[in-house]
């Protein structure tokens, strides 16, 4: 069982809708990330938060929105997307965003945007 | 920047064969290194580490060795089972993760 629980599982939405992705982690870490990652690739770094803080932005475009309520928890808020954003997305956490410290995943959110 | 390059595959083995991922990096500094396994339908699993050069990373039957000397971490295991069937992940943690594209091993009864 993963450490890292992403909810939901899978997600249809259309391009005018508004949804959001949610990811929890009870391991003390206060480094949280969301990744996309596309079929028969590696995952793509999205956005990092270090202590409740973003900390890196991939120029990802503002129709993903992310949110850090607490050192738990971890959002990402889908509005207007477009069929290209289909995709799995997953949430990973770490003990700090220093350098040399293994990630763990959740199972990921496959989102399908009609 | 820091990269990483992996055979990409697809790799098709019968049950019981060595198996053999090759994985080099380049990196400014001394990036600890990891290899990453993804079921079907799940996310990315760690399945081994190294932080330092000559450290071997074991799980599973699975190891790797940091090679500094030919900047290199290749995944081996001996004898291969069908539930091995699975994308396998090189990586490397500088100032940030970077990945290498997967390989896609399947195992064959």
């Known amino acids: 069982d993963t450490e890292v629980t992403q909810t939901p599982k899978h997600l249809v939405m259309g391009m005018t809708n508004k949804k959001s992705l949610k990811c929890e982690q009870h391991?003390?870490?206060?480094?949280m990330y969301w990744y996309k990652q596309k079929a028969k690739k590696p995952p793509e770094l999205m956005f990092v938060y270090s202590y409740e803080k973003l900390s890196i932005n991939e120029s990802v475009p503002s129709r993903f929105s992310p949110e850090c309520p607490n050192s738990s928890l971890l959002n990402l808020h889908l509005h207007a997307l477009q069929p290209e954003d289909s995709a799995l997305y997953l949430c990973?956490?770490?003990?700090?965003?220093?350098?040399?410290?293994?990630?763990?995943f959740g199972d990921g959110t496959r989102l399908s945007i009609l | 920047g820091d990269s990483v390059t992996q055979m990409e595959g697809p790799v098709t083995l019968s049950e019981e064969a060595f198996l053999t991922i090759n994985c080099t990096y380049t990196?400014?500094?001394?990036?600890?290194l990891f290899w990453y396994v993804q079921y079907p339908g799940e996310g990315l699993q760690l399945l081994l580490k190294a932080t330092k050069a000559d450290d071997k990373g074991s799980n599973k039957g699975f190891e790797a060795t940091y090679r500094k000397e030919t900047t290199s971490f290749h995944l081996e295991k001996g004898s291969v089972q069908v539930s091995d069937s699975a994308v396998y992940f090189c990586a490397l943690s500088g100032n940030d993760m970077r990945f290498g594209a997967g390989t896609r091993l399947t195992v064959k009864p």
């Open positions: 990973a956490s770490s003990q700090g965003n220093r350098g040399g410290q293994p990630q763990h």
């Open positions: 391991m003390g870490h206060r480094a």
């Open positions: 990196a400014t500094g001394y990036p600890s």
